[in-house]
């Protein structure tokens, strides 16, 4: 489970070294949306040499490559495959055919390059398009490399035509918290994690924390960064407290000590399935922080 996930240009050497200074649970290495057309064939051997090194790192390592209805695409797999990336991030993904699709192309690339079969996850940008809403709930089939999803709203805002993408007291207008919400939904259907996207504004700590917390609120368990500074502070959102280990803790020994129940007292409150379930979340959350002792 990864909290941070920090996009990195695969197109700077610079960027790409001082990644290993940033405590980012997940980097993912960017081919697209932050690389110039003419400067990726360079940036997919950057990647590429450096993927192959590795450099001992804790984080996993992922790419994200051009659209599948691009000629990019192919290219930027045939080559960062010769470096084993932990995943594969797949923007603008129409459906979760595309999902589908890309797992043949990973199936084929980790033959070509001695990697083991079905090593390389996936991680699609699920509602960038106005299609692919009306078929989130497909991601429950789509694969078995299957990471998780995560959500984005600029190309869907520049797709409907929006004007603005924030209502009131700075939060998504309607359309956009439709697109959060049921990315969230369809995470939770397909039993992976539901990672939120990036806040845009790197300079505002404060915006930042307050939509981390939201997205920890609603279920969410990790978020995009765009920028070194903000991993600490989505780190921090997505780390269980103390107190909050210690009550999951006990909730789930109170069910342990008692298998046919459905429903206990707990500190003069009734507790049942969903509250075990959501204690093993959050159990789940610390251990990936180094909290669960």
Same mark, same amino acid.
């Given at each position: 489970? *990864?909290?941070?996930l920090?996009f990195?240009?695969?197109d %700077?050497?610079?960027?790409?070294?001082? %990644?290993?200074?940033?405590?980012?649970d997940?980097?993912?290495?960017?081919?697209?949306?932050?690389v110039?057309?003419?400067?990726?064939?360079?940036?997919?051997?950057r990647?590429?040499? *450096?993927l192959?090194?590795r450099?001992?790192r804790s984080?996993?390592? *992922?790419?994200?490559?051009?659209?599948l209805?691009t000629?990019?695409?192919?290219k930027?797999?045939?080559?960062?495959?010769?470096?084993?990336?932990?995943?594969?991030?797949?923007?603008?993904?129409?459906? =979760?055919?595309?999902?589908?699709?890309?797992? #043949?192309?990973?199936?084929?690339?980790?033959? #070509?390059?001695?990697?083991? #079969?079905?090593?390389?996850r996936?991680?699609?940008?699920?509602?960038?398009?106005?299609?692919?809403?009306?078929?989130?709930?497909e991601?429950r089939?789509?694969?078995?490399?299957?990471? !998780?999803?995560?959500?984005?709203?600029?190309?869907?805002a520049?797709?409907v035509?929006?004007? +603005?993408?924030? !209502?009131?007291n700075?939060?998504? %207008?309607?359309?956009?918290?439709?697109?959060r +919400?049921?990315?969230?939904?369809?995470?939770?259907a397909? !039993?992976?994690?539901?990672?939120d996207?990036l *806040?845009?504004d790197?300079?505002?700590?404060?915006?930042?924390?307050? +939509?981390?917390?939201?997205?920890?609120r609603?279920?969410f368990?990790?978020?995009?960064?765009?920028? =070194?500074g903000q991993?600490?502070?989505?780190?921090?959102?997505?780390?269980?407290?103390?107190?909050?280990?210690?009550e999951?803790?006990?909730i789930?020994?109170?069910f342990?000590?008692n298998?046919?129940? !459905?429903?206990? +007292?707990?500190?003069?409150?009734?507790?049942?399935?969903?509250?075990?379930?959501?204690?093993?979340?959050?159990l789940?959350?610390?251990? #990936?922080?180094?909290?669960?002792?």
């Amino acid at each position: 489970m *990864y909290r941070s996930l920090l996009f990195v240009p695969g197109d %700077s050497e610079k960027k790409i070294a001082k %990644s290993e200074t940033v405590p980012a649970d997940l980097i993912i290495f960017d081919l697209e949306d932050a690389v110039a057309a003419d400067a990726r064939p360079e940036a997919r051997l950057r990647v590429r040499d *450096y993927l192959k090194a590795r450099h001992d790192r804790s984080a996993a390592l *992922y790419v994200r490559i051009n659209p599948l209805d691009t000629e990019d695409a192919p290219k930027d797999l045939d080559i960062v495959m010769e470096g084993a990336p932990d995943g594969i991030v797949l923007p603008k993904a129409h459906a =979760p055919a595309d999902v589908r699709t890309l797992e #043949k192309l990973l199936d084929a690339a980790e033959k #070509k390059h001695g990697v083991t #079969k079905g090593a390389t996850r996936i991680l699609p940008v699920a509602t960038e398009t106005p299609a692919a809403l009306f078929t989130l709930g497909e991601y429950r089939h789509a694969a078995t490399r299957l990471a !998780g999803l995560t959500w984005g709203a600029e190309d869907l805002a520049a797709a409907v035509g929006a004007m +603005s993408k924030a !209502g009131d007291n700075n939060e998504w %207008s309607d359309p956009f918290a439709l697109a959060r +919400s049921l990315c969230l939904f369809a995470a939770s259907a397909a !039993g992976v994690q539901a990672i939120d996207t990036l *806040y845009a504004d790197f300079r505002d700590a404060a915006g930042l924390a307050a +939509s981390a917390a939201r997205a920890r609120r609603d279920g969410f368990t990790g978020k995009l960064a765009i920028h =070194p500074g903000q991993v600490e502070t989505i780190n921090a959102a997505f780390t269980p407290s103390a107190e909050e280990i210690d009550e999951a803790r006990a909730i789930i020994e109170l069910f342990a000590a008692n298998p046919q129940a !459905g429903a206990l +007292s707990h500190k003069g409150r009734m507790v049942d399935m969903p509250h075990l379930v959501q204690a093993r979340k959050i159990l789940a959350l610390a251990e #990936k922080s180094g909290g669960g002792r």
